[in-house]
């Protein structure tokens, strides 16, 4: 670790987000461990939080080998979604908020009791009101998408945007489950709901021993993004992008015009 500190390394990436602005993986030059990188994640957070956003959850990453080997990193990851980043199902989303967004189709999860435990996969479901079909905006702020595991958690995991669509408490059998990702009405990207850790509910346990980890209580009420089942897909201004999940049905959301 250089003598910068963690705060001034999160300082960098929140303004690196707040000016759409892509900046050098940080790694290679403050060499820091996954441990602080942690720490740069949450005082990125507390920045956030005293511009007056609010956690609304959070969010697992490379719960699937497609997303590990499209990124290049072997571990999973969780970081936190704030209300800023919500948007409407539907909604027309303006990219020039963002540096160079992808898509990526997953499962939302709203949580019924504070998980303040590591829970059994049998309890998972009991910590559960509802699930929605969903897909992640990630916008990694280093330049050309390419980070260590340090660095994307320092990065608060890309977390970017999320488009939530209709919750449902018939969520038991999500296990394997058929996922279509359509731009402009072309598969672009077509998975299992398998294809996340097996099961998608076990992105809630592994959240439930991730936060115990870090000594943290998710509250109830809370959404937890269960991470991709495919690999990602660029965004661009002019698109119409949906997703559909067996038993879940289908999301969407348009990207505004080109300026
Ligand atoms: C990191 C975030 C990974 C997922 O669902 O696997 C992630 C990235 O790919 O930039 O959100
Ligand atoms: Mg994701």
Redesign the pocket.
């Known amino acids: 670790m250089s003598a910068v500190s963690l705060d001034q390394l999160a300082a960098s990436l929140d303004d690196a987000a707040r000016q759409r602005c892509e900046i050098d993986p940080l790694t290679p030059r403050h060499g820091f461990s996954l441990e602080q990188a942690y720490l740069i994640q949450r005082a990125s957070m507390a920045r956030r939080h005293a511009r007056g956003e609010r956690s609304i959850g959070i ?6 080998r497609a ?1 590990m080997i ?2 290049g990193v072997d571990s999973l ?1 969780w ?1 936190w979604l704030t209300d800023s980043m919500l948007y409407e199902e539907g909604a027309s989303v303006d990219l020039s908020g963002f540096i160079h967004p ?1 898509v ?1 189709p ?1 499962i939302c999860y709203l949580t019924r009791r504070p998980i303040e435990r590591p829970l059994s996969l049998l309890e998972a479901g009991s910590y559960l009101e509802a699930a929605a079909p969903a897909m ?1 905006i ?1 916008d ?1 702020r280093y330049r050309n ?1 390419k ?1 260590t595991l340090e660095d ?1 958690v320092a990065d608060n ?3 970017a945007g999320l488009v939530v669509g209709s919750f449902t408490d018939d969520f038991a059998s999500l296990a394997n489950r058929g996922v279509t990702m359509r731009i402009d009405g072309h598969a672009v990207q077509l998975g299992s709901t398998g294809a996340i850790l097996g099961n998608p509910l076990r992105s809630v346990v592994q959240a439930s021993y991730l936060l115990a980890g870090a000594g943290l209580v998710l509250p109830a009420g809370s959404l937890i ?1 269960a ?2 089942a495919t690999a ?1 897909e660029a965004l661009r201004p002019g698109l119409h992008v949906s997703t559909d999940i067996g038993g879940l049905g289908r999301v969407e959301f348009t990207t505004g015009a080109a300026a």
């Open positions: 969010k697992l990453g490379f719960t699937s997303k499209q990124m990851i970081g992808r990526e997953e992640e990630i990694s998408f980070f994307v995991c890309s977390s993004m991470g991709a990602a």
